[in-house]
């Protein structure tokens, strides 16, 4: 295992099926003779590199008519979201893959970040008496992050509907902050440099880890809300994309830019072609 520890990579296998209430990968990367070099039945890819906006194509499962045939299809293209954890010389090692998950386990997440991603819309859009209903139970995100009632109901006496805006910003940065801060660190590392020559200090860079597919996920959100008022609208879903960079250190994307995904680009073209 210890080839795999190499964080900012997410292992997917090539199969996975649903063995009664779990999705699980056909093939244990734990259990192979070789786990140092897997690539017949699993492949990896950079989260933060390569879905920059995975946490709206993973939200977006939440109105699929067929929860368990969309989350098997989702783990097919990223890969589990939950993490595989071990225990080496007393302390904990965080995997970057995940061989098996409860479905309920799948739909909780997924609808926490729905309610995340729908609160937030709600902000964007000045939508006062949405970020309201949200943040009284109707739609609770998170009950970690449980809302006194009294105090909001103050909130919107004295401040009105601009007081419940900043009410559900709060709420939303809360909610996100916690599983970044939980999940993913930065650390720093000298880029690949020529070893017979002196170091170059130039070379030495900020990267983040992640513990879960989820902590990718809510470190791209984390990067969508601070972000600002960089926002655009996909045409297709209308769900918010940032127009700035996928991550600190990424090229910047094309304010012209009109989709979240090529899903919605290619609905949005298969829409326009019936009409």
């Known amino acids: 295992m210890q080839g795999l520890t190499e964080l ?32 017949d039945v699993w492949w990896y890819y950079s989260p933060l ?24 299809a989702f783990s097919h293209k990223y890969g589990l979201p939950n993490s595989t954890v071990a225990v080496v010389g007393g302390k904990e090692i965080a995997y970057p893959f995940a061989e098996e998950i409860e479905v309920s386990d799948f739909w909780d997440e997924v609808e926490k970040a729905h309610r995340v991603l729908a609160l937030y819309e ?23 992050f449980e809302i006194d009632h009294e105090a909001l109901s103050l909130v919107e006496e004295l401040q009105g509907p601009n007081g419940i805006l900043h009410a559900g910003l709060d709420y939303v940065i809360d909610a ?18 020529n070893r017979m020559q002196p170091p170059d200090l130039s070379n030495i860079e900020t990267v983040w880890d992640f513990d879960s597919l989820y902590g ?38 094309r304010h012209d830019r009109r989709f979240c995904n090529d899903a919605c680009r290619q609905a949005h073209h298969r829409s326009k072609k019936r009409v």
């Not at 292992?11 to 690539?39: F, H, T």
């Not at 709600?122 to 970690?144: C, F, H, P, W």
Request: glycine share 4%; proline share 4%; hydrophobic share 40%.
């Open 176 to 193: 996100v902050q916690d599983v970044v801060q939980r999940t993913c660190r930065q650390r720093i590392r000298a880029a690949p440099q």
């Open 8 to 39: 900012g990579n997410w292992y997917v296998c090539n199969e996975y099926q649903i063995r009664g209430d779990k999705i699980v990968a056909r093939y244990k990367l734990s259990a192979l003779e070789d786990p140092l070099r897997p690539e």
């Open 122 to 144: 709600a902000v964007i859009n000045r939508d006062a008496e949405t970020v309201k209903q949200s943040l009284l139970g109707r739609y609770m995100v998170d009950k970690a």
């Open 49 to 72: 590199r390569d879905a920059p906006d995975l946490i709206l194509t993973f939200a977006r499962l939440y109105k699929e008519k067929s929860f368990e045939r969309a989350a098997l």
């Open 216 to 253: 990718a996920m809510y470190l791209e959100m984390w990067w969508l809300i601070i972000s600002g008022n960089n926002i655009g609208r996909c045409e297709f879903c209308d769900s918010p994309i940032s127009l700035g960079r996928s991550h600190p250190d990424a090229r910047k994307r």
